[in-house]
């Protein structure tokens, strides 16, 4: 679940902590003038029975909401930060013992050259063993997307390098399937509104029927996300979606990862 929404403008200039601006250091932290950490959210699969992966959501140092951080970024800093929040979220989980994939948002109007604005990660993920590919990066449909060709390119180039790719929040945002024929992401995280009450929605069900059949034959994986009733969960089991993430799971546990044996509902595996 994406808590991590900022006005995009993509292929913009070079920002002013860009790299070339700021000496190489655009992860440190003493230079962003403000401190923040993470929540981790489990991704749970049901047909396996465990965590498939760990969301890393933003929060204030003492576990305040998101909003206390995002409200700090701006064009001056937008870059750092997002630099920053790479190698903190791995560094963080590593630090917790993750075994699971970590899955990190990013700011697609923070990326000037997707190669360059890399490097940070793929050094992070070297100095503290995290394998490349057990890495996720989520950006949010949300989004009002100006240039789409870039933001396809910038995607692309993820994947490229070895990262998984996420599109958040599907089937809340502006962009909709016309996203889906620019670039062809690793996963796709249906929208909790299209979710919600769905098991009593003809009209909701139709649509995850024909969005989950989409992504198949795309093979894309399919994540549903902000799940919130047994009856929810078991609607989505039926159509063949198992990996899932939402309240009746686990709650984003601040400066920790939420194991298996400790999810709720969650007793045996859901048949999918």
């Known amino acids: ?22 000496g190489g250091d ?19 699969d049901l047909a396996a029975g465990d965590v498939w992966a760990h969301e890393a959501l933003v929060r204030g140092p003492q576990g305040q909401g998101a909003y206390s951080v995002l409200q700090q970024v701006n ?12 190698v903190k979220a791995i560094r963080e989980a590593v630090a917790l013992g993750i075994d699971a994939r970590l899955s990190i948002n990013f700011l ?4 000037y050259k997707p190669e360059v604005c890399i490097r940070t990660t793929l050094e992070a993920a070297r100095t503290h063993g995290f394998p490349v590919d057990r890495i996720i990066f989520e950006t949010t449909e949300g989004e009002h997307v100006k240039d789409a060709a870039w933001y ?11 990262f998984q790719t996420a599109i958040d ?9 016309s996203l889906l024929s620019d670039f062809v ?3 796709v995280k249906l929208d909790m509104g299209l979710l919600r009450g769905i098991e009593a929605s003809r ?24 799940v919130e009733t047994a009856a929810e969960r078991d609607f989505l089991a039926d159509i063949g979606i198992s990996l899932m993430q939402g309240y009746l799971f686990a709650r984003p546990s601040f400066q920790a990862l939420v194991r298996a044996q400790q999810l709720s509902m969650f007793g045996e595996p859901v048949p999918v």
């Not at 655009?26 to 489990?42: E, N, R």
């Not at 697609?108 to 990326?111: E, I, R």
């Not at 396809?152 to 070895?162: L, P, T």
């Open 26 to 44: 655009c992860a440190s932290a003493d230079k962003l003038g403000f401190d923040f950490s993470f929540a981790y959210q489990p991704i749970v």
């Open 169 to 177: 929040d599907f089937g809340a945002g502006y962009a909709g399937l």
């Open 152 to 162: 396809a390119e910038v995607m692309r180039e993820y994947k490229r390098i070895g």
């Open 75 to 86: 064009d001056d800093n937008r870059y750092r930060f997002d630099q920053l929040c790479r």
């Open 1 to 22: 679940m994406s808590e991590f929404t900022i006005p995009v403008l993509l292929h913009a200039p070079a920002p002013a902590d860009h790299p070339a601006a700021c």
């Open 203 to 226: 009209p909701r069900q139709a649509i995850v029927r024909h969005v989950t059949a989409l992504c198949c034959e795309l093979g894309i994986r399919v994540v549903a996300e902000g």
């Open 185 to 187: 992401p690793d996963i």
């Open 108 to 111: 697609p109007n923070a990326v």
